[in-house]
C-alpha cells in the first residue's frame, strides 16, 4: 500500500506540534493550521501544561504565562519561520503569538501586513450550516473580499 505524503497544512501542525513539545516538554492535544490568502493561523489546542493551567488560574499567572509563551515564540521565531519557508516555498512576513490562559490555546498568526483576529468559538459549526444564509438582516450587510 502506498502511503500518501502529507499535505502542507499537515506539515506546518506536525513542525508547530514538535517545535511546543521541544520547547516546554508539552505537546498540543491538536493542531489547525487555516490558510486565508496571505495569513497562516495556527492554533494549537491544549497547549499547556498542568503547571501552567494551575498557574493561569489567577490573574496574574496568567499574566505570566501568557509572557513566557511570548518570550518563547520571539526567541525561536527564527528557527519556525525557516521550518514554514521549507514547507510552503514562501518567507514569513510577519509573526505573533497569543495565549489564551483560560483554554489553554496557543495561537500563532504569520502575516504580511495583515492585521488578524482570532475568535474562538465554544462549539463547533458544521460546514452545512456555515455556508447557509444567516437570519434575514437586510439592516447589518457586511462585503467580503475573496481571499
Known amino acids: 500500500m502506498k502511503k500518501l505524503d502529507p499535505t502542507m497544512a499537515q506539515q506546518v501542525a506536525q513542525a508547530i506540534s514538535v517545535f511546543q513539545e521541544e520547547r516546554t516538554g508539552h505537546?498540543?492535544?491538536?493542531?489547525?493550521?487555516?490558510?486565508?490568502?496571505?495569513?497562516?493561523?495556527v492554533t494549537l489546542h491544549d497547549a499547556l501544561s498542568p503547571v501552567?493551567?494551575?498557574?493561569?488560574?489567577?490573574?496574574?499567572?496568567?499574566?505570566?504565562?501568557?509572557?513566557?509563551?511570548?518570550?518563547?515564540?520571539?526567541?525561536?521565531?527564527?528557527?519556525?519561520?525557516?521550518?514554514?519557508?521549507?514547507?510552503?516555498?514562501?518567507?514569513?512576513?510577519e509573526a505573533a503569538a497569543e495565549v489564551e490562559a483560560t483554554t489553554g490555546a496557543v495561537v500563532h498568526a504569520f502575516t504580511s501586513g495583515t492585521m488578524v483576529q482570532v475568535f474562538r468559538l465554544a462549539g463547533r459549526i458544521s460546514a452545512e450550516a456555515w455556508n447557509e444564509s444567516g437570519p434575514e438582516d437586510q439592516s447589518q450587510k457586511t462585503e467580503v473580499q475573496p481571499c
Do not use: M, N
Not at 505537546?27 to 493561523?41: E, F, I, Q, R, Y
Open 27 to 41: 505537546p498540543p492535544k491538536a493542531v489547525t493550521v487555516v490558510l486565508s490568502g496571505d495569513t497562516l493561523v
Open 52 to 93: 501552567e493551567k494551575a498557574l493561569a488560574s489567577t490573574p496574574e499567572g496568567a499574566v505570566q504565562v501568557q509572557e513566557f509563551h511570548r518570550q518563547l515564540f520571539k526567541s525561536s521565531i527564527d528557527l519556525l519561520r525557516e521550518e514554514i519557508k521549507r514547507i510552503t516555498g514562501l518567507a514569513v512576513g
